[in-house]
């Protein structure tokens, strides 16, 4: 394969600026110019305000549910974009946290749709690769299994609460292999399943940044459910490397599981914050909430074989990073929450 004229590749995020788009920027930073759209919708400034130092990286303060022309940006003049094109487009502009289904039910709604229309566009323009990102819930209830392989086809409630996020997510994933049957665009789906690190918003049901601030101030770590309630748990620095392999593999894999094949009870994980905390505080059992579903873990099966992926960060480790991270921080993202 003949080598680019070009230096470096350019990457276009869209939700860069949110938890998993941030770090996935950070990574990308290290061989890539990397165009970073966010409106701030459902993410925050201060994820990426240690990134607006470095010359190969720019934001662009855009709803990406209107369409993009990405070369009417004076910023962008130095990325040679009408010359170089984009290479690479990583798509994660949706609202994600169980409290955002509730209260920006249409800016989700857009995003699975129209943001899917305006993003693959600029892939069929620019011949570039794309990633999606999806959802663990396109399987459905994870009552029903505890684990999901890629080829399992989920049944999903398109009337109800949260089929905005849930329905949109297999909507967009449909568009995504629209525009690889019609335009043979090099266009791949990551189904995402829970992840957890650093940069985390508070109090949107996203239940660990929650719990460490409980902690931290004495006071109840909330778990809406019973004891048995139940997830799996990927560390966001597994989640970006599976990411970049993915983006980086062969035009046949089109599907991959991006998460955890091990189930922990929430419980359990909250018994281990308040002991890494050296907490005081006890845990409340509350009725499960609406938009809080029960999640499954992956099958890894498929993606270790392809990509050659697996979680890497334990547990225990990727707790104690997002604890420090917390503690540093909890000033500033209390601020944040309150605004």
């Not at 720019?58 to 170089?84: A, H």
């Not at 992840?195 to 940044?209: E, N, S, V």
């Amino acid at each position: 394969m003949d080598s680019p004229i070009f230096e470096k590749k350019n990457v276009l995020v869209t939700g860069g600026a949110g938890f998993i788009g941030s770090h996935l920027c950070e990574r990308l930073l290290k061989e890539a110019k990397v165009i970073c759209v966010d409106d701030f919708s459902n993410s925050d400034p201060s994820n990426i305000n240690h990134l607006l130092q470095y010359p190969d990286f720019e934001f662009i303060n855009y709803d990406i549910s209107k369409p993009l022309d990405i070369e009417q940006f004076e910023e962008l003049n130095k990325f040679k974009i009408k010359f170089q094109g984009i290479q690479e487009i990583y798509h994660l502009a949706c609202p994600t946290s169980p409290k955002d289904f509730e209260k920006l039910k249409m800016n989700t709604l857009a995003a699975n749709s129209l943001s899917m229309f305006n993003t693959l566009d600029l892939a069929v323009r620019y011949k570039a690769k794309y990633v999606y990102a999806s959802s663990s819930v396109v399987y459905g209830d994870a009552a029903n299994s505890n684990i999901f392989k890629e080829t399992d086809l989920g049944i999903v409630n398109h009337l109800s609460e949260r089929a905005c996020y849930d329905e949109g997510k297999k909507f967009a994933e449909t568009c995504v292999e629209t525009y690889h049957q019609v335009y043979g665009v090099d266009a791949k789906i990551a189904r995402v399943f829970t992840t957890y690190g650093p940069r985390m918003r508070l109090f949107q049901g996203l239940l660990i940044p929650d719990f460490i601030v409980s902690a931290i101030e004495g006071e109840p770590l909330v778990v809406y459910g019973d004891e048995e309630f139940s997830t799996s748990l990927c560390y966001v620095d597994d989640v970006v490397t599976a990411f970049t392999k993915l983006m980086s593999s062969d035009p046949e894999v089109k599907v991959a599981n991006i998460g955890d094949d091990k189930i922990v009870k929430i419980a359990d994980v909250a018994r281990k914050i308040i002991e890494k905390t050296n907490s005081s505080s006890k845990i409340s059992f509350e009725p499960s909430i609406l938009f809080l579903s029960k999640k499954g873990g992956a099958n890894l099966t498929y993606v270790k074989d392809v990509l050659g992926w697996m979680p890497l960060v334990r547990l225990e480790d990727g707790l104690d990073k997002t604890i420090e991270y917390v503690v540093a921080n909890k000033e500033a993202l209390l601020f944040n929450h309150r605004r």
